[in-house]
């Protein structure tokens, strides 16, 4: 298998502008989930799915995020409108279950300017 | 709610050299799971190794084990004949299984290793 894939692996932009990363999960895993790593907070959870469905979203920050997972292979977080505060290296990472392993993709990182 | 303390921001040490990551948690779950992942450069987040709570014997694989103490929620890790290749930062991560579920992180531990 492949692993976790993620795109694009850098992304610079400019304050205000629409931002989507993408991810698709290794097959076979029902958890996919989104992480943020920041120097000043770590690593934080964002959101994860089960079986497509977001399950816990309280770690998003604000509305200016989303997160979807329309079928089993791909998932999308988008921040729309970015702000500088929102650069940082994104995480996506799946699991067949909740007690296994999770497996990270090679991440996103985002420079909001 | 669970954290997890990593009281080494950085350590260094020679090639070929053991060194060991600490790691403590506070929780008051008595079934869970620990982890160390690794960061090299690259920002890839790696497993390293796993350690169910209900298992008294300590994980290893191949050059890392880990010393387990339950009643000391104490979770560190051994990197035996330390190669170039292990710097990286080294995260500890808790998860309880059943409930709400989450991967709590460590601050992490810098390791360099010195040719």
């Known amino acids: 298998d492949a692993g976790v894939i993620q795109s694009p692996r850098h992304e610079v932009t400019e304050m205000g502008q629409e931002v989507t990363l993408r991810c698709k999960p290794i097959?076979?895993?029902?958890?996919l989930f989104w992480y943020r790593q920041t120097m000043m907070r770590g690593l934080e959870l964002l959101i994860y799915?089960?079986?497509?469905?977001?399950?816990?979203d309280s770690g998003m920050p604000e509305d200016r995020f989303s997160a979807k997972m329309p079928n089993a292979s791909f998932s999308t977080l988008k921040i729309q409108p970015s702000e500088p505060r929102d650069s940082a290296v994104y995480f996506c990472?799946?699991?067949?279950?909740?007690?296994?392993?999770?497996?990270f993709g090679p991440g996103t990182r985002l420079l909001v300017l | 709610a669970q954290t997890v303390t990593q009281s080494q921001p950085e350590m260094s040490v020679q090639e070929a050299e053991t060194v060991t990551l600490s790691c403590t948690y506070d929780t008051s779950e008595n079934n869970y799971y620990l982890f160390w992942y690794k960061q090299p450069p690259s920002r890839q987040m790696i497993l390293v190794i796993r350690?169910?709570?209900?298992?008294?014997q300590n994980a290893t694989e191949n050059r890392f084990s880990v010393n387990f103490q339950k009643a000391a929620k104490s979770f560190s890790l051994k990197i035996s004949d330390s190669q170039l290749g292990d710097t990286a930062m080294y995260f500890c991560a808790f998860m309880k299984p059943f409930g709400n579920e989450k991967l709590t992180f460590g601050t992490g531990t810098r390791l360099t290793i010195i040719p």
């Open positions: 350690q169910e709570a209900y298992k008294q």
């Open positions: 097959s076979g895993h029902d958890y």
């Open positions: 799915f089960n079986n497509n469905v977001p399950i816990d």
């Open positions: 990472a799946s699991s067949p279950d909740l007690q296994e392993t999770q497996y």
